[in-house]
């Protein structure tokens, strides 16, 4: 593992405090983009070293899908349309310790597109087998929103 990499793990449990005072009673979102067999997940620089799905915080007034696919977009470099995004489920989640409002969303797309990680958060992207995400690679916001798309 590349030092940055653990300095990112180590800020995100040093910082933890902070971090869930930051996170607590906001609305968050999480894509899950597909193409094939494949899911596009990310990696941030600080946090718990485990894949997530794009996705992140709503702005105040802003819609959810709108966040959604602005996140996505800064994430990942992808920008699909705003009819892209379907809808799974809204619900309140306990993400690192603290309460939030989690928006499942999904876009499936007919190509592997090419990614472009966001400089300064996003350490990786990538397009990966689902079979490949678990309890110990994977967040599990990520795998409960992956869940809830498969139900769909």
Request: no cysteine; proline share 3%; glycine share 10%.
């Amino acid at each position: 593992m590349k030092l940055w990499r653990v300095l990112g793990i180590i800020s995100f449990y040093l910082s933890w405090p902070l971090i869930a005072l930051y996170l607590r009673n906001t609305e968050r979102t999480r894509v899950v983009v597909t193409s094939g067999d494949k899911i596009l997940v990310v990696k941030g620089w600080l946090g718990d070293g485990k894949w997530s799905l794009p996705g992140g915080g709503i702005h105040h007034g802003e819609p959810i899908i709108q966040g959604a696919l602005r996140e996505l977009k800064e994430e990942t470099g992808i920008e699909l349309g705003d009819n892209s995004l379907t809808a799974l489920l809204s619900e309140n989640f306990r993400l690192h310790g603290t309460n939030t409002r989690l928006h499942y969303l999904s876009a499936v797309v007919p190509n592997l597109l090419p990614v472009e990680r966001q400089r300064g958060e996003i350490v990786s992207v990538e397009w990966v087998q689902e079979t490949e995400l678990n309890d110990n690679n994977t967040g599990k916001d990520a795998l409960r929103a992956i869940a809830v798309w498969k139900t769909h």
